[in-house]
Structures are given as C-alpha cells and as structure tokens.
C-alpha cells in the first residue's frame, strides 16, 4: 500500500477540572435517603411510644415486639448501605476521571472513519482479511471528495493508510475532519469487508461528562471505546 509519513503530533496541555455529579443522581438519592431517613425516625417515634404506653394488664406481645426490632434493624442496615453505594459510586466516578486523564497525549486506536488532518497528515488503520484490492475514498466534512485511490493490500489485521492532506490534483487541503471510506474485491472479484479504525492523539478529555470523553481528532469516545494506545511511526509503511 501507498502510505505518506504522519506528521509529529503537537503537544496538548491539559487542565484538570473538577468531577461532578449527576443532577438526576443527586435528586434520587437525596429523595430516597430523605424519605427512608424520615420512616426510620418516625418508626423510631411510634416504637417508643408503644413501649412508653403498655397496658401493665396487656403487654405488648413478644413475637410482635421482636418483629418490630428486626424491621427497626432492617432499616437502620439499609440506610448505611444507602451511604455506603454513595461513597463507591464516588470513588468510581474518581477512578474514570483519573483513567481518562492518564491517555491525554498518548496516541489511541478506535473503531471509526472520520479523524482530523493536522499539520498535513492523517492516519487509518484497515483490517484486511485477506489479499484484496482496496479503493480508498477520502471526504471533507462537507461530504466533497478530494481523494481517490486504488491499491493492492496484503492480507492483515493492522495496515495503516497515511494521507498528506493532498488531493488527486495535488491541492494540499485544509486542516479539519475527514472521512475514509475503503472498499475491496478479492482475486475473483468478490466483495471484501474493510473495517477501518481511527488513529490519533487524545488532545484533552472533558470531566463534565459522566462517563468522561476522550478527544481523538475532533470526535468524542468513551474510554472503553479504545481499543489500542500505540506509538504513532514516523516512517512509511
């Protein structure tokens, strides 16, 4: 396969935000928390009571009273299990923050067909089945094609496709998202499926969303949506 050499990635600075919470979360568990809270002092109040104004004649019943002590244990445990998911779900929230913010300025793989073109070099990666011969078509974020190309493509899960940002006519184009559309027929002529991924620097992450987002070329991923981080080669392939 032709391929042109990826220009050097620049240096991103990335400044750390704060975590927040989920409005909706926060809501839920502040209603459920309350409400369970006010049951409990409220079966605390009547349970008291209850005790307070016993018929000496008429006692409470023992198998009633120890009812009562098993629900009053049941939710007192509820309540500390409530503020034990709370504190987990803090600590998660803290591990995805500190996960994400460890990729910024390192070179990560995802499945996709769109990424930038910076500094006059993008980069895709093919997964090629078998021997094919693969067109490439390469479009500009308003759907114009300014790249076509046919090449012969050995068999491979990994075969990355350098572009530099020129057109057929030779015109270097602009700086922006570009997306590849790869198409292949085998030695008889059949059909081959091109699954391509995207290559780039995750230049910052966004804290504010609950999973945090990861910025490759201009789209946002989760971290899970990663599949690979690389050391991006300078030399053709």
Known sequence: MTTTNAATAPTVVSGTTDIPKSSSSNSLSSTTGSTLAGNFQTFLTLLTTQLQNQNPLDPLDTNQFTQQLVQFAGVEQQLKTNDQLTSLVSLQQTAQATQALGFVGKTAVVDGASTRLTNGAATWTL???????????????????????????????????????????????????????????????????????????????????????????????????????VRPSTSSS
């Open 127 to 229: 997964g090629v089945e078998q021997n094919s011969n693969v067109a490439i078509t390469i479009a500009s974020s308003t759907g114009q094609n300014v790249f076509t190309g046919n090449y012969p493509v050995t068999a491979g899960a990994n075969q990355a496709f350098n572009w530099d940002g020129k057109g057929n006519d030779g015109t270097q184009w602009p700086a922006g998202n570009y997306t590849l559309n790869a198409s292949g027929k085998d030695s008889t002529g059949n059909n081959v499926g091109i699954p391509s991924e995207v290559q780039g620097v995750v230049d910052s992450v966004d804290l504010t969303a609950s999973p945090p987002l990861l910025s490759i070329g201009g789209q946002s991923y989760t971290t899970d949506k990663i599949k690979r981080v």
